[in-house]
């Protein structure tokens, strides 16, 4: 059975990305470097994590 909530942590800055990748970011909640957010384990959060996944660091709750 599939964890319910993710917990993300942003890596690394958004300066100087694309667009659809800070997009992504504000989507799921991030704004800073080492800050963490819970969020659900939907296929559109998963899509966002996987489009950002070299920033991010992902662990299942």
């Not at 958004?14 to 470097?33: E, M, V, Y």
């Amino acid at each position: 059975m599939a964890s319910n909530k993710l917990s993300v942590t942003m890596t690394k800055s958004k300066h100087g990305r694309l667009p659809k990748h800070q997009a992504c970011l504000k989507g799921l909640g991030l704004s800073r470097i080492n800050q963490t957010v819970e969020v659900l384990n939907t296929p559109e959060n998963k899509g966002m994590i996987n489009k950002i996944a070299y920033m991010l660091k992902v662990e299942e709750r």
